[in-house]
């Protein structure tokens, strides 16, 4: 028991502020435009449909290391887009904490859009119809009636985005690095002391991860539970 | 007349070729479902776009295809009842009713016409409640009253008590057509229920497969229905291929039987239709043997399915209706029909 104590007091808590400051972010960003994209898509043809949706949900299908690699291919300093982001700008993506970002919205988008896209789909299109022909603005058609009707669907995605965003460790590791109190989220910190033999943080960041975890799903079920009272209990 | 149709749409291999013109009146489309009753009216509401054709509402162009003109549902004020009326389930009856009103920036005037429309489609109860919490009436009224406080130039219903029980509809009718009086604008109805269009419309146009057939006014529609379709949607049994013999007088070959007829025969006869219920026992005229095959009661009338001796085995049976106070202790040995209740059926104009 005292060298829990020891370990505890002696722990670095980096890790678990930059993986709930990157999930925060990212659920963030992954919530508009996984909305944006669904939006397009529900409407689009079903040509352009199939196209735009199999790039969106590449990042969920393949290996986050590939992703990783792709990303870091995009952004290397020595390429054209990193070295205009560097040089003209001034951003750093690879190995900063931009890179953990960027890593885990990529991977956790296609979450947010998969469940917007699914509960914009489920929507009787009448109701989008009836406020078409009272005269409603298709902006105002959306943020009124077809995103709190689709609430339930956009609830879950933005659970499962964070929950995503929060683990993230394939893509961050290539992209970002490990940088202690800059780039190591807990995901990668728990490698990181696996490999030196180290169980017993591993242990105590893993009870860390499951709280954060348990936490916010049931905060979110919470919330939507309470807010959307036009869903039917069966 | 202030509305005017004439549009084309292929939809697969349905094409939807309709004409036809709505004035201030009740009008009713009367088809059966796949038909394109529905598709007309979401082309009219700019939901659906015509591939070809031109749409003019009170003489304003609403589509038209040669001149690229199609105007966005938002622009063409016109009222649209779903079948499941589309009430927005997030939002209370009475902010179902406000989102009518969008357009009305003072805000107590706002209330004050939502107030009034909902005192007269008798929805002050309910304004807190949300759709899935009424009736299906509750429900219709309230998706009308926020058509009506939208003040469309013309209100389309879409099969509006389909999703009823059957023993509402007739008192909803009732209201309906009251409520709709003084409306002031043009209606058009479409629904596959013929007591329904009787009861409801002015005018009726029979549709059938993509287009409208004939539109008349709906007595005479259902006085003589001109077509095989317009008899099978205005609910007649009997329609048996028919060829003229004499200028009042026709043959029908899977009855085997001359029947004499009132009006004229025309020389492109395609068929005859005769209601199950203008048969009759003591009729004089063209009275034939009968041997009757079933009976069923119904809760104030029976219905009889009978054969005519010379009939061929694999014809249908004929429907003969009548109330409970004309039942004869025993089956009639032969049935008739007057000559005015021959119902003569031609192919359809083209066009």
Known sequence: MSEIGTILSRLDWSPLFISLKTGVVATFLSFFLGIFAARKVVKASPRVKAVVDGILTLPMVLPPTVAGFFLLLLFSRRRPLGMFLYHELGIKVVQSWLGCIIAATVIAFPLMYRNARAAFEQIDANLVYAGRTLGMSDLRIFWTIVLPTAGPGIASGTILTFARALGEFGATSMLAGNIPGKTATISQRIAMVIQDGDYLTAGIWTLIVIGIAFVFIFLMNLISGRVLTNVQRW | MALEVNIEKKAGSFLLKTAFACGTEFLGVLGSSGCGK??????????????????????????????????????????????????????????????????????????????????????????DLRPSQISGGQAQRAALGRILVNQPDLLMLDEPFSALDYHLRLRLQMDLKELLKDYGHGIIMVTHDRDEAFRMCDRIGIMDQGRIQLLKETKQLFRDPETVSGATLTGCKNIAKAEKTGDHEVFVPAWNVHLATREAVRDDLEAVGIRAHYFHPTARQNCFPVTVVREMEEPFEWVTEFRYEGQSPEVPAVWWRYTKDRRLNEPPAQLGVAPANIMLLYPPEEG
């Open chain 2, 38 to 127: 529905s598709m007309t009216l979401k082309c009219i509401a700019g939901i659906e776009k015509p591939d070809k054709g031109r749409i003019v509402l009170d003489g304003k162009v609403l589509f038209d295809s040669e001149k690229k003109i199609n105007l966005p549902p938002q622009k063409r004020h016109v009222g649209y009842l779903f079948q499941n009326y589309a009430l927005f389930p997030n939002m209370t009856v009475r902010q179902n009713i406000l989102c009518g009103l969008h357009f009305e920036k003072d805000k107590a005037k706002k209330e004050a016409e939502a107030d009034r429309v909902m005192r007269l489609l008798q929805l002050e109860e309910l304004g």
